[in-house]
Nanobody, 124 residues
Framework: QVQLVESGGGLVQSGGSLRLSCVAS????????MGWFRQAPGKEREFVAA????????NYATSVKGRFTISRDNAKRTVYLQMNSLKPEDTGVYYC?????????????????WGQGTQVTVSS
């Protein structure tokens, strides 16, 4: 059992920045990677970024490359998503999730545990 708690969401103007955090607790030893997904009303949940716990290998959705940075602090069991140059289309509920195997990065089905989500709203 893994518990994930996101924080750091909020309201920001276009071009601004936010930093999301996700703290993992419980039995995280078998987690392969952590990912961030987001979901806007009426849209499917989409992959944002992911990072492996062991080597810190990252993967990003093309829509956020160059603007977002995912990182992790293994000692704190925490994953971060630094979001810069935010756009209105970045608006949505952001979820962190734990990936337990080396499945496809962007497939939500490969992530077994999910946080409650944190709202990110980017105004124009």
């Amino acid at each position: 059992q893994v518990q994930l708690v996101e924080s750091g969401g909020g309201l920001v103007q276009s071009g601004g920045s936010l930093r999301l955090s996700c703290v993992a607790s419980g039995n995280t030893f078998n987690n392969y990677a952590m990912g961030w997904f987001r979901q806007a009303p009426g849209k499917e949940r989409e992959f944002v970024a992911a990072i492996t716990w062991d080597r810190g290998v990252t993967n990003y959705a093309t829509s956020v490359k160059g603007r977002f940075t995912i990182s992790r602090d293994n000692a704190k069991r925490t994953v971060y998503l630094q979001m810069n140059s935010l756009k209105p289309e970045d608006t949505g509920v952001y979820y962190c999730a734990a990936k337990t195997s080396a499945s496809i990065w962007g497939d939500p089905a490969g992530y077994r545990y999910w946080g409650q989500g944190t709202q990110v709203t980017v105004s124009s």
